[in-house]
């Protein structure tokens, strides 16, 4: 009874069941087992490690881009070694080159935003919503926004890649950088959560980093004044939670744009297939797909502020390419020029497909001469923005010819963009009440794989 009463004890307390010797003594247990000594207890460096593991990169897809810096580095010493340069006879002898350390830091900034958030992973997000989780809290996988663990690692990598470098990359470059690749991955659940302004300053700041890259100091300023206006953001669509939008299309596992919400009703095509909302039932044929609803995206009609923001933005991250690539003090007549011209060209040339796909005017140009009716104002509204797009992109940089090209073609590209996007009639007029008529090309194309033209035409 007293051997009892003491493993009684022992199975009661965890001091005892810890202490050498002690054996509750299971049957079939041998001798030398129960005079084993206890388990070890954790390490008191145990809970370190979890507390910073929380927040490190994944290890394979980390070792993957090791993997890629390493080879990016091994090319560079070859091609140095190839040209008779000795990297030990260097001013910096022995140390990497920045490249590759930089890209590290990026791709890790990137990881970073994008591992624990749920618009990046849809079944968690699914799964989320389930829970009692309300924003406020940290979520079950890790951390959204920055915290104590990202700034401690974020330290050390900054020292080492100094080290590393001789000197050549400041710590405070290091840091903008993991902060350029996090901010970036931030702007989609942004956008997504209902902040548009913020994820737009978001987008302006994202080219302050890298117009000022050859200043460390003014790179971080801007980093962090942009970091902070991305954290109100995520507060502002983490307070959204559940999104009536979450990602389902990935690269690999992270999501590119968004699906509706798995609560809406869904309905059927024609094959009898599940689709998760009626615009993804594809072309319909003619002349159903020219009668069916208006998608969501063609009802939707941006603001004349918004509109003032996005070109705005255009003409910002154009300037600051032309500077990354070129320098300041570019000349009119240069490389630039050419790559405006192409943009123009691709903003009229979108312009007239979303206008004017699929549709054809109420009267030709030969009705229009026989009958006296040359104006068509419902149908001619709609190509009143081209010339306007033309006479815009052509007019701004004669006028402006004095100034360099890295300030005058970027202001010309915002004023296009403005002309192309804001120029009236909004689309959804031009659907609902625009004078046209269905281009019927499809319909009677006998090698039309449309189901529904198949289906009018037997019938």
Known sequence: ???????????????????????????????????????????????????????????????????????????????????????????????????????????????????????????????????????????????????????????????????????????????????????????????????????????????????????????????????????LGQIRALRQFPWTQVPTVKIGHLAIRSRPDPARVRVKDSNGETVDDPEDLGDLGYPLEQLRPLHSWELKRMPVLGAVLVSALVAWWFHVAAIAFGGTGQPLLGPLTGFYVHICLGILLVRTLVYFTRVRPPITLGGRLRTGRFLQLRYDVALLPLPLIVVTAVSVPLVGQGLAGEVLLPAALGLTWFVGLACPPTLAWWRLAGSYRFDDTAFRNANSDSRVGDFVKTG
């Open 1 to 231: 009874m007293s051997s009892m009463s003491a493993s009684g004890e022992g199975m009661g307390s965890g001091e005892e069941w810890d202490r050498p010797g002690l054996s509750i003594g299971f049957p079939g247990q041998s001798r030398s087992e129960e005079l084993a000594p206890p388990r070890r207890r954790k390490r008191p460096m145990s809970r370190w490690r979890m507390w910073i593991r929380r927040v490190m990169p994944n290890d394979g897809r980390m070792v993957t881009v090791l993997v890629l810096a390493l080879g990016f580095e091994l090319y560079h010493v070859t091609q140095e070694i190839e040209k008779g340069i000795s990297r030990f006879d260097n001013a910096v002898r022995g140390h990497v080159t920045p490249l590759p350390l930089l890209g590290l830091t990026l791709i890790w900034g990137a990881q970073r935003a994008a591992r624990f958030h749920p618009f990046y992973w849809p079944d968690y997000s699914d799964w989320l919503r389930l829970t009692p989780w309300r924003p406020g809290n940290d979520p079950p996988w890790g951390p959204i926004r920055l915290v104590a663990q990202d700034l401690l690692l974020l330290g050390l990598w900054a020292g080492l890649v100094w080290g590393l470098s001789g000197g050549t990359l400041h710590p405070f470059k290091v840091v903008s950088m993991f902060l350029l690749g996090y901010l970036g991955m931030s702007v989609p659940p942004i956008l997504n959560g209902g902040a548009p302004l913020l994820a737009c300053l978001t987008l302006f700041g994202l080219g302050g980093i890298i117009r000022v890259y050859n200043d460390p100091h003014w790179m971080l300023g801007v980093a962090v004044g942009t970091a902070l206006v991305a954290h």
